[in-house]
């Protein structure tokens, strides 16, 4: 998002649900985090963050008709496997 957006960043889920996605960006430098992790976004949701997640951290929400998730990410009421449709854009 670079500097106009620093250092917080919110993102809102309108109609639909949506997976967003962050990777580490240098993993050799922090062998102590997470190299990459998801987040189910549920409609008309909002996600707030700074620090870490912004600095060390890329997102992206990938462009999918219907996400699922297995049980090691993170998930809010989705079931392992559940295949979860995303809303018309």
């Keep these: 998002d670079g500097?106009?957006?620093s250092p917080e960043v919110a993102i809102l889920?309108?109609?639909?649900?949506?997976?967003?996605?962050?990777?580490?960006i240098e993993r050799?430098?922090?062998?102590?985090?997470?190299?990459?992790?998801?987040?189910?976004?549920?409609?008309?949701?909002l996600l707030l963050f700074r620090g870490d997640a912004y600095e060390l951290y890329v997102h992206s929400v990938?462009?999918?008709?219907?996400?699922s998730f297995s049980d090691c990410e993170l998930q809010l009421g989705i079931a392992p496997?559940?295949?979860?449709?995303?809303a018309p854009r």
Excluded at 28 to 45: A, T
Aim: aromatic share 6%; charged share 30%.
């Design 81 to 86: 496997g559940e295949l979860v449709q995303r």
């Design 3 to 5: 500097p106009a957006f």
């Design 28 to 45: 050799d430098l922090r062998p102590d985090l997470p190299g990459s992790f998801e987040l189910m976004l549920k409609p008309r949701s």
């Design 62 to 67: 990938p462009h999918v008709s219907q996400d």
């Design 13 to 24: 889920s309108l109609e639909g649900p949506a997976k967003i996605r962050f990777r580490l």
